[in-house]
Structures are given as C-alpha cells and as structure tokens.
C-alpha cells in the first residue's frame, strides 16, 4: 500500500510534458507518482524561474552575497547550498516518510544532499548521462569530494543501463537498480498494408553532430541504392544542409512540437526508424553507458528500429542480449545495405515490427517501468 508522501525533486533540469531528454522522463515520474497521491515540490535550481511547472514549484534565487558555484572552492559550493536550505526550511515543513529525487549529474543533486543530511530524509538520483566520470568532469562545477558525498550517503540510485550500474559501482555507488527511460505509449501502431516495400522511407529523429556525418550519408547512399529515401528530423543548426549538400535527395525537417505530432508522421510516412552511434567512443561518450530513450518511445509504434552501434556500447550490448533482428554491429556499407534489403521483405519487417511490439507492451511498458521506481520509493 502506498503511503502518500511530499517527493521534492531538486534540479536544474525543469519537469516538462513536452520537455525533450531526461525533462520529459523525469515529468513523466513524477505525474505518476502525483496520481499515486503523493505531493511534488520542484526545487528549481536553474536560473530559469520564468517557466511553470504542473507541481509546487519553487524557485532557487542566487542573491548577490551567495558564493559562486565552483569547482576548486568546494566548502563555498557546500555553503551556498547550506543557505539554500536555510531558505527552503523558512517555507517548508519537512515530515517523516517524505523522500527527495535529484539527478546525479545535476549540481541540484548536491542540495538534495544537504537537505537530507540535515532532514535525516533519504534521497535517490536518476543517473541518465555520465557527465561526472568521463572527460567532461574537468568542466563539472562538483569538486571530487562533493561528488564522493552525493554518492556515498544517496539511498538509491535509478541508472539507464548496466553498464552504467557497472560504472556507478566502480564509483563507490551502491544500490543502483536499471530503470530504462519511461516512454510515453502509444496505442497506434505501423501495419503491413501502409508499408512501401518497394522504396521504404527511413527516418532519424534526434541530434546530428558533426561525427554522425559520414555514418548517415553512408545510410543516405544505403537506402538511395534500394529506392528508399532517408528523412531526418533534427533541431541541429542551420549548417546541417550544408554538411549534406552532396547527398542530393535526402531530407531535413525540423522536429514537431508535440510528440503525439510526431509519432503520427512516423506512422503515416515512415517504414524504418533509425538509432546510431559514432564508432568513434572517443567522439561520443554517452554512447559506451547511456541508452536511448527513443528506444523505448519508438518500440510503442510496431516499426522496426534498425540499430547501428558498436558491440561495446550500452546498446550495442543490449542489442545482442535481447537478439535484436535489426542490428548492425560496424559502420560497413555493406552490411548497413543488407539489413534494409532484408526490411524490404513484408516478413522480415514483421518480424522485426513484432519484437518492438512485444517490448513495449512488457520491458518497455511505461507502467511497468514506473512501477520499479514506485516500489523502491516506497519501501
């Protein structure tokens, strides 16, 4: 039985049904958790206090005498969030049972740990993208000792993929449990009769950077040898036409506000979606712990999602335990231009269209996925 509770998530990242990334995934937890009775407060750490939320928000204001946020000065870091708290304690009644959700990678994170260790209230941290133990942490604002505390004293932490879990607990963090990005659902699904098998239509949705470049016009030219025609939907700048300007045919159009939006064009105009990463990890980092979570968005809508990634990224791993069927483990031409003219078979792309279906309707339910964090918060 569940016992209702204040949950405080405490971020930079803003809560949006319409946000993209970790915003959505995280609104989407915490709507549930809403209608399982809890109250929400979003301690908004970021500097952007004109957007509204659908919980109780409140504001994190920097005042003039505050101590900046930096790296080499980890007691004023720790003494900021400490006036914070002073701030958060004049306004809130902190009870018994409540909880406090943060992201680990966020300097919210570190509030969230002051208000426990001074609350004696558990806290637990999503951990989505590895911002803190890669390269980028030279540019992080956490000092390692603020890091090693968040870690040591967090109750839980919810983390995308294994490896991830595997680099968390090289990191001292305990009791991490898997918990892939909640999708929205959807009940529509792609059938057999709207399919152009005779010049079938693949589409990339997401960010292009510049080393995904040679990669897509490898699938461009791809698709193009077999009739077929690459769409990509990208908010990525205005170069992006320059960068393809040699692949003549190819489209770009620019992402859809709404979701509902875009799955309906996915559903309407497009026979396979794709997921890729550089096969350079030196290039793109998030790619060896973080996983897609249009992964799990797009399994909902029965289209086959022809995986390109390395074996030894977090979804090229995934790919060969689940024996995904539309899988390219290389960045060959070759092999890229086999697994489309396999799609070009009715039975194939059913086959790949029925694995999808069956994740998403078990692995990849939103229901199922919510309820793994519902139980840990209320044990």
């Given amino acids: 039985m569940i016992t209702p509770a204040t949950i405080y998530f405490s971020s930079t990242i803003i809560p949006l049904k319409d946000g993209g990334g970790g915003s959505v995934v995280i609104y989407r937890h915490l709507k549930r958790l809403q209608k399982e009775g809890h109250h929400i407060v979003f301690l908004n750490c970021s500097p952007n206090h004109g957007v509204r939320t659908e919980f109780t928000q409140i504001n994190i204001q920097k005042r003039w005498w505050h101590p900046p946020l930096r790296k080499y000065t980890p007691l004023l870091s720790t003494f900021r969030f400490w006036l914070h708290y002073r701030f958060l304690k004049n306004r809130l009644t902190f009870q ?104 079938l239509q693949l589409c990339y949705a997401g960010t292009i950077l510049p080393f995904h470049d040679q990669l897509i016009k490898k699938i ?14 990208t908010n990525s700048d205005l170069s992006i036409a320059n960068r393809f300007r040699d692949c003549e045919g190819i489209k770009i159009r620019r992402p859809l506000e709404k979701l509902h939006d875009l799955f309906t064009v996915l559903l309407e105009e497009m026979d396979v979606l794709l997921i890729f990463y550089s096969f350079n990890l030196a290039e793109e980092i998030r790619a060896t712990h973080s996983f897609p979570s249009k992964l799990t968005e797009f399994c909902h809508l029965g289209i086959p999602i022809l995986i390109i990634a390395p074996e030894e990224s977090a979804i090229g791993l995934w790919a060969k335990e689940h024996k995904w069927q539309c899988y390219v483990n290389n960045d060959s031409m070759d092999e890229i231009s086999e697994m489309i003219s396999r799609l070009q078979f009715p039975d194939f792309w059913e086959k790949c269209s029925r694995q999808s279906i069956q994740l998403a309707e078990n692995e990849f339910n939103p229901a199922n996925i919510h309820q793994q964090l519902s139980l840990i918060l209320n044990e």
């Fill in 96 to 199: 018994k049972g409540d909880k406090i959700l943060g992201i680990l990678e966020d300097t919210g994170s570190l509030l969230a740990q002051i208000i426990a260790s001074q609350t004696k209230l558990p806290y637990y941290l999503f951990f989505h993208d590895d911002n803190i133990f890669s390269k980028y942490f030279e540019g992080h604002l956490f000092s390692l000792g603020n890091l090693k505390n968040i870690i040591h004293h967090c109750k839980h932490f919810f983390v995308v993929s294994k490896p991830m879990q595997e680099l968390l607990k090289q990191n001292c963090g305990e009791n991490a449990i898997v918990i892939y990005p909640i999708p929205e659902g959807s009940s529509r699904k792609k059938g057999l009769a709207k399919v152009n098998f005779k010049g």
């Fill in 220 to 233: 461009f030219k791809a698709a193009q040898s077999m009739n077929g025609q690459l769409t990509l939907v």
